[in-house]
């Protein structure tokens, strides 16, 4: 199995687990606060997306959201290889059953994306991408739309963060905007990738994402041909926690309609 197969075999695997249980039964315990939390979802999930990568390419490093704090800090290595997985992103709206989470799962080589799948159990939708190869949803070829300019249809989405006052930030930069789109505001940031690429969503902005949300969605977003910066335009990596993405045109049009105004 190659990693890209492997890869997409372990969303599968981790999105069955996500349908198998009860959001209303699934137990819950607290990580860095109130709203930050995991449930036996989440590890049920990582336990079957782990299994999958280590019997199919058992020589592969394997780092999740889950793994202890000492294990993760490698992701920010400039060399690290291995897999990146997020068993359940969007834990919240799983809870509140919103029916938009997803699993993730990324392979960086050297520092670089180089394989990625996204899998929404609630849709039975697949994103993959493998560096030079492209974009596809469900096998069909993807690529982000080519809207060109922000009006009052043109759809945004920001999502809440865990960072104290980077909601509030993300709002009030939204609202730089001379025309307020439509505005969207979902948990997921890996689904909402998936919805770039499919033409749902035209632009997304977010504080406070983590390298297992962006293990996989940074090089599929790439790969369907988008642009990802810094929300003020500057360049940046998968382990980068503020980012703007979407086309090139509305990237580089949001960036220099939002950026802080001089005192």
Not at 157 to 176: C, K, M, P, V, W
Request: proline share 4%.
């Amino acid at each position: 199995m190659n990693r890209l197969e492997a890869a997409i075999t372990a969303v599968r695997a981790g999105g069955a687990e996500i349908l198998s249980h009860n959001p209303d039964t699934a137990r819950v315990m607290m990580k860095s606060g109130e709203s930050d939390v995991v449930t036996s979802a989440d590890l049920a999930s990582d336990a079957a997306v782990t299994k999958v990568l280590s019997e199919s390419l058992p020589g592969d490093v394997v780092v999740s959201e889950e793994s202890d704090a000492q294990t993760r800090k490698q992701l920010y290595e400039s060399d690290f290889t291995g897999w990146v997985i997020d068993p359940l992103d969007g834990t919240n709206a799983f809870r509140d059953r919103m029916n938009y989470s997803g699993v993730s799962v990324g392979y960086i080589e050297n520092g670089e994306p180089v394989v990625g799948a996204v899998y929404d159990p609630y849709r039975d939708e697949l994103v993959a991408a493998e560096r030079g190869r492209g974009a596809r949803l469900n096998d069909r070829v993807m690529k982000v739309g080519q809207r060109l300019t922000f009006d009052k249809s043109t759809r945004v989405a920001f999502s809440n963060t865990y960072r104290d006052g980077g909601t509030r930030e993300s709002i009030e930069r939204h609202l730089r905007l001379p025309v307020v789109p439509w505005t969207i505001c979902l948990g997921s940031s890996v689904l909402i990738a998936r919805d770039i690429v499919a033409g749902r969503i035209d632009l997304y902005h977010h504080n406070g994402l983590s390298p297992w949300d962006n293990a996989a969605m940074f090089l599929i977003i790439l790969e369907a041909g988008g642009k990802i910066t810094g929300v003020n335009g500057e360049p940046v990596t998968w382990t980068t926690d503020s980012l703007v993405m979407g086309n090139t045109a509305l990237v580089d049009e949001f960036v220099k309609l939002t950026a802080p105004v001089a005192v």
